[in-house]
C-alpha cells in the first residue's frame, strides 16, 4: 500500500474508530507540582498547556520506556531514532531535545523526585537510567518556566515516583518476542505499620537488537523508605542502574536499500553505570506554611567504544609512514611516545575512539510555601533556593586499526598521540526562585515568578593546559501567567516566561571552527560561548465534558544566542558548538481525549511546529551534495534540521469482555529535513504512520496475559538523517551522501504479569 493511501486509511481510521478501539485516556489530575520540589497548585491556576500521566496509563499502552509512552501519547512529542537503539532515543518537544548523545542542543530540563537527571558534562539525558516501573506519574510542562532552572528552554518532565503508602502490594511481570528481546519487571510496597512503608522495584531487558550487531543489555534497581507523621514526610530512596547499550545509527542509503538490517561501521558502544541517592523532607510548619527540601548524590560512569572509518591515511611522499592530512598537508602521526607509525595493513582504514566520564553530583534544595488570604483574596507564595556541585573527570583516545569483513573496527595497537584528552570540570549552580499565585477576582487568577541561576565552570586540562578555563554565567529570568475560569469547565490560559541555558563544558571545549572536534572524544581550547536565552509566548484554552476533556494552545519561543552543533571535517561526528544567533520555534497544539461509555476510552491529538532559523548564516557542512566549496547559506526561515512540521496522534481501548481489552494508537508524522542541510536544500526524509496494537487477557483476577505489536503494517520510515562518506568504505558504487537511522520494523512480544 501507498504510504499516502495508508496515512488517509489511518487518519479515517484514527476520526471513526477511535471511540470504538479506546484507549485509557491520560488521567485529568487537581493539582500538579510547579517547582522541581513539588509546590501543588491546582491545574486550572496553571496557565500553560500541561500534559501529565499515570503509571497505569504508561503500563496499558505497553511502553517500552518513558520516551515510547511520550512519542505515542503526548501532544508535539516526536523521537529521533538516531542510533536505532530503543533505549537511546533523541526525544524532541516542541522542537527542543533531550537526548543521551553529546553533540545536541538540549533544551528540556529533566527531574526526578526533585533530581536534576540532566548530566553535568553536556546537559543529555539518559533515558535508560530512568526506572519505568518506579514511576507514579509524569508532567511534561511547556515553554521555558524558569522555576525549573536551566536548560527548562522548550519545556520540563517532572517524574514522581512510587512510594509504599500509595503502591501497595506485589507484582511480577516477563515478556518476549521479536529480536530476540527478554525481559523481567518486579515491584513490591507495603507499609510496615502507620508510619513506614517501603517501595522496591527492579527490571531487566535484554535483546539482540533488529540490526546486526546491536545487543542491549539493562539493568534497573530502584528502592524507597517513606516515613509519616501528622505533619512530615521523609522519603530515602535510592537508584542503582547498569546498561550496555550498542546503537550503531545511521547508515548510507544505498545500503539500506540493500537491507535495512545492514550497519556502516562498528560498535558503537555506550556503557552505563548509575548510583543516585536523594532523601526528601516535607514538613508542614503550619496550615498555611510548610518547608520542603532534598538532599542528593548523583554518581555516573559512561564509557564510550566507538568504531568508525579513518581520515588517517599513509603518507603519500613515499616515507612508509601514517599521515593526518588538514587542508591538503600531510603531518606525519606520531603515537603516544612522539615515534611515528608505521603503515601497515592493520592501522589503516578505522578508527577505534574510546572515552571515560566519570561524574559526581551533589545538591541540596529549599522551598517555603505559604497559603493564604490577602485582603480577601487568595494566594499561594513559593520561595526557594537550590545549590548544585558537581565533579567530572573526562579521559578519551584513538587507536588506529582496520575493518574486517563486518566494517568492525579492529584496534591496531597504535594509539594516536595528538588524540589523547584528559579532562578535569568542577561547576556550581546556585538558584534562587521565587512564585505568587493570587486570585484577582474570583475565577481570575495571576502567577509572577522568576529565578536567578549563578553558574561557575572550571575547566582543568589533565595534559597540559590549553583546555584551562574559567566561566561564569548568571541571569534572572521572569515569568507571568494567566488564567481564567468561565461556564463551569473552561480555562482560558496566556503566559510569558524565560529561561536560560549556559554552555556545557563539552561544548566550551569544542567551539573552534578551524578546529572541528570528533565528539564525543577530542577537544582543544576555543573561544568562549555565550549562554543561551529562552522566552516564550502561550495562549490557549481548555475544557472538560462529562466524558472527557480537550485544549488548543498557541505558542511561541525565541532562543537568542543559540548553541547548535556544526557538521565539519571528514567524519560524521566531527564538528563544532557555535552561536547561530536567533532561533524560533512557534505552534499549534489540539486534543481531545473522551469515556464513550464505561468500556471504552479514547484520544487524539494534533500538533503543528514551525521551527526556523532567524538569521543569515554561511555554515561549514562539506558533505552536503548543494555545498558550495563545503558550505552551505542559511537565511531566515529555514527550517531547524530533524524537526517535522506534522504529528497526528490517536489511539484508544475498548473492553470487549470482562477479561478481554484490545486497544492501539497511532502516529502520523510528515518529513524532517537532515543533520546538515540547515540551508534545506535537500529533500526531507519521507512522511510515514505507524499503527501499533495491544491485547490483554485477563486469566484471572491476579494473572494477565497480553500481546503487544509494533508497527502493524511493517511502514519503512526514517525519523534522522544527516551527510557522510561512504565510498571509502563500501567502494565507488556508494556515491550518495545521505546517511539515513532506518525506523524499527514490525515486532510483537507476548506477555504475562501477575499480581500478589
Not at 470504538?20 to 500538579?32: F, K
Not at 559512561?302 to 579513518?310: A, E, L, V
Not at 505489536?709 to 520510515?717: A, D, G, P, S, T
Request: charged share 20%.
Amino acid at each position: 500500500m501507498r504510504l499516502g493511501t495508508r496515512i488517509t486509511a489511518y487518519l479515517i481510521a484514527s476520526l471513526f474508530c477511535a471511540p470504538l478501539l479506546g484507549q485509557q485516556p491520560l488521567e485529568t489530575v487537581e493539582v500538579i507540582g510547579t517547582t522541581p520540589l513539588g509546590a501543588a497548585l491546582d491545574a486550572d491556576r496553571i496557565a500553560s498547556n500541561v500534559q501529565t500521566a499515570t503509571s497505569e496509563a504508561i503500563r496499558e499502552r505497553g511502553a517500552l520506556d518513558l520516551t515510547d509512552f511520550m512519542r505515542r501519547s503526548f501532544t508535539n512529542v516526536f523521537v529521533n531514532e538516531a542510533q536505532n537503539n530503543p533505549l537511546q532515543p533523541d526525544l524532541r518537544y516542541r522542537g527542543f531535545v533531550g537526548s543521551p548523545l553529546l553533540g545536541l542542543p538540549q533544551g528540556i530540563a529533566v527531574y526526578q523526585d526533585a533530581v536534576r537527571i540532566n548530566e553535568p558534562f553536556g546537559d543529555t539525558v539518559n533515558w535508560a537510567l530512568i526506572p519505568l516501573s518506579a514511576i507514579d506519574t509524569v508532567n511534561l510542562i511547556p515553554g521555558s518556566n524558569p522555576l525549573f532552572g536551566l536548560n527548562a528552554l522548550g519545556g520540563t518532565i517532572s517524574i514522581r515516583t512510587k512510594d509504599g503508602f500509595t503502591s501497595q502490594g506485589s507484582s511480577a511481570e516477563i515478556f518476549g518476542g521479536s529480536f530476540s528481546r527478554t525481559g523481567v519487571e518486579t515491584q513490591t510496597g507495603g507499609q510496615v505499620d502507620d508510619n513506614l512503608s517501603y517501595f522496591l522495584a527492579g527490571s531487566y531487558l535484554e535483546e539482540e537488537g533488529w540490526r546486526n550487531f546491536s545487543p542491549t543489555q539493562a539493568a534497573q534497581l530502584f528502592s524507597k523508605l517513606s516515613w509519616r507523621l501528622d505533619r512530615t514526610r521523609l522519603d530515602a530512596s535510592l537508584s542503582l542502574a547498569d546498561t550496555d547499550l550498542i546503537g550503531n545509527g545511521a547508515a548510507p542509503v544505498e545500503l539500506l536499500e540493500i537491507d535495512r538490517k545492514e550497519i556502516f561501521t562498528r560498535p558503537d558502544q555506550t556503557q552505563n553505570k548509575l548510583a543516585q541517592l536523594n532523601i526528601e523532607i516535607d514538613h508542614k510548619i503550619s496550615e498555611e506554611l510548610s518547608l520542603t527540601g532534598n538532599v542528593y548524590l548523583r554518581d555516573s560512569d559512561i564509557q564510550t567504544h566507538n568504531g568508525d572509518n579513518s581520515d588517517y591515511e599513509e603518507c603519500k611522499y613515499g616515507l612508509g609512514l601514517m599521515c593526518a592530512v588538514e587542508n591538503g598537508k600531510e603531518e606525519i602521526l606520531t603515537d603516544q611516545s612522539g615515534a611515528p607509525i608505521a603503515a601497515n595493513e592493520s592501522v589503516e582504514g578505522a578508527t577505534v575512539n574510546r572515552t571515560d566520564l566519570e561524574q559526581h553530583v551533589a545538591g541540596i534544595g529549599l522551598q517555603l510555601t505559604w497559603q493564604t488570604a490577602m485582603a480577601e483574596r487568595e494566594h499561594q507564595f513559593v520561595t526557594g533556593l537550590s545549590y548544585d556541585k558537581s565533579d567530572v573527570g573526562f579521559t578519551s583516545s584513538t587507536e588506529l586499526g582496520s575493518l574486517d569483513e563486518t566494517r568492525q573496527a579492529i584496534p591496531g595497537g597504535f594509539l594516536v598521540g595528538e588524540s589523547f584528552t584528559g579532562l578535569e570540570t568542577h561547576s556550581t549552580t546556585t538558584a534562587l526562585y521565587l512564585s505568587d499565585t493570587f486570585s484577582i477576582s474570583g475565577p481570575f487568577f495571576v502567577t509572577l515568578s522568576g529565578r536567578y541561576n549563578r553558574t561557575e565552570i572550571e575547566l582543568k586540562d589533565q595534559l597540559g593546559t590549553s583546555l584551562n578555563g574559567q566561566h561564569t554565567f548568571g541571569r534572572f529570568n521572569p515569568a507571568m501567567g494567566l488564567t481564567y475560569r468561565f461556564g463551569q469547565d473552561k480555562t482560558f490560559f496566556a503566559s510569558y516566561s524565560e529561561s536560560n541555558r549556559v554552555p556545557s563544558p563539552v561544548e566550551l571545549t569544542c567551539a573552534d571552527e578551524a578546529d572541528p572536534c570528533r565528539l564525543p572524544n577530542a577537544f582543544l581550547a576555543d573561544p568562549p560561548l555565550e549562554q543561551v536565552v529562552a522566552s516564550t509566548y502561550e495562549i490557549g484554552i481548555r475544557g472538560s465534558w462529562a466524558d472527557g476533556d480537550w485544549s488548543v494552545a498557541t505558542f511561541r519561543t525565541t532562543n537568542e544566542d543559540d548553541i547548535v552543533f556544526i557538521s565539519a571535517g571528514a567524519l560524521t561526528n566531527e564538528g563544532f558548538f557555535d552561536n547561530v544567533g536567533q532561533t524560533r520555534r512557534q505552534g499549534l497544539e489540539l486534543s481531545i481525549s473522551g469515556q464513550a461509555s464505561e468500556r471504552i476510552a479514547w484520544f487524539s491529538n494534533y500538533s503543528f511546529i514551525d521551527a526556523s532559523f532567524r538569521e543569515h548564516l554561511a555554515i561549514p557542512s562539506p558533505h552536503n551534495p548543494a555545498a558550495i566549496d563545503g558550505e552551505i547559506s542559511v537565511k531566515p526561515g529555514d527550517k531547524l534540521p530533524l524537526i517535522p512540521d506534522h504529528l497526528l496522534k490517536a489511539g484508544g481501548r475498548l473492553e470487549l469482555t470482562g477479561k478481554l481489552h484490545v486497544g492501539g494508537d497511532i502516529a502520523v508524522n510528515t518529513g524532517q529535513y537532515l543533520r546538515g542541510d540547515e540551508g534545506n536544500l535537500v529533500e526531507k526524509t519521507s512522511s510515514h504512520a505507524v499503527l501499533n496494537a495491544r491485547v490483554e487477557y485477563r486469566l484471572s483476577e491476579a494473572t494477565l496475559l497480553y500481546l503487544t505489536v509494533n508497527n502493524l503494517f511493517n511502514e519503512e520510515y526514517e525519523t534522522f538523517g544527516l551527510f557522510g562518506e561512504a565510498d571509502d568504505v563500501l567502494g565507488s558504487d556508494f556515491e550518495e551522501s545521505r546517511f539515513l537511522s532506518p525506523g524499527t520494523p514490525r515486532a510483537a512480544w507476548l506477555g504475562l504479569r501477575v499480581i500478589f
